[in-house]
């Protein structure tokens, strides 16, 4: 059945006032960034050597979606760029054009005083101010798309629609999506968060079950090749990863 379409909710101006608070950090379980780093680290190994096996001379195309705050990219290079790794992170940084992309428009300034602190391989990253669910990327375009607990706030038709499009057939994604009972605790929140998880509860905007996200992915030509549920504390998330298939049957 055709889920119906929906505009995205307006969230721009409350994430440039929650990011304009000094010392805002991360809206993100902690555990939720460890995982997903070291599996775009994992994955980033992997399409480098790819691209050098096949002699590929355009540098690796990695995009973050709903960015927020930075704190996982500010992680992965506090991370990895050192030893043991360093070498490696610093040869797949310096063939990546790495961007990333929030709706609020704050963020951009807390990057960029980032990037002047931990030079010289954050000048490879580029933040762009945007909308998630209508980028100006040309179609098939990424090797690499991830997001950590952002790109499941749009309504699936649209943020879908737009990850397979950007995406190269063949193409990973790495998502980190809400798991609903996240609405559970709706009583205690604020007039503004409570109509927002109104609006996630009352469109079934955040996945329900391993089906759920199977189901809907391959509707838009997305193949889900690990689902997996994690919980930090009271917190839980689906960690899915994939690719994008070469053709309408998804194999690759």
């Not at 961007?99 to 490879?124: C, G, M, S, W």
């Not at 397979?164 to 605790?185: A, C, E, T, V």
Request: glycine letters at 6%; hydrophobic letters at 30%.
């Amino acid at each position: 059945m055709r889920e119906k379409k929906l505009e995205p909710y307006p969230l721009q101006e409350e994430y440039e006032e929650y990011y304009a608070i000094p010392n805002t950090y991360s809206d993100s379980p902690e555990k939720s960034r460890i995982e997903l780093r070291r599996g775009l680290f994992s994955i980033l190994k992997e399409l480098y050597n790819e691209k050098k096996r096949e002699k590929l001379k355009r540098p690796l195309r990695v995009i973050g979606l709903c960015s927020g705050a930075h704190a996982l990219e500010k992680e992965m290079f506090r991370t990895y760029n050192k030893e043991p790794h360093k070498k490696q992170w610093q040869e797949i940084i310096e063939n990546t054009n790495w961007l990333t992309i929030d709706i609020a428009r704050i963020v951009k300034k807390h990057f960029e005083l980032f990037k002047k602190q931990n030079k010289p391989f954050t000048r490879y990253i580029r933040h762009i101010t945007a909308d998630a669910g209508k980028t100006l990327f040309s179609d098939n375009y990424f090797d690499l798309v991830y997001s950590n607990l952002g790109l499941d706030f749009l309504p699936r038709e649209i943020g879908l629609k737009e990850l397979n499009r950007i995406l190269k057939p063949g193409g990973y994604f790495m998502l980190n999506l809400h798991h609903p009972d996240l609405l559970q605790s709706i009583d205690n929140k604020d007039e503004g968060t409570k109509k927002f998880w109104s609006y996630l509860q009352e469109n079934n905007i955040l996945y329900t079950s391993p089906e759920d996200i199977q189901d809907t992915f391959g509707r838009y030509g997305l193949k889900v090749d690990k689902i997996e549920l994690r919980k930090a504390g009271f917190e839980k998330w689906w960690e899915v990863n994939g690719r994008k298939g070469l053709a309408a049957d998804d194999n690759y």
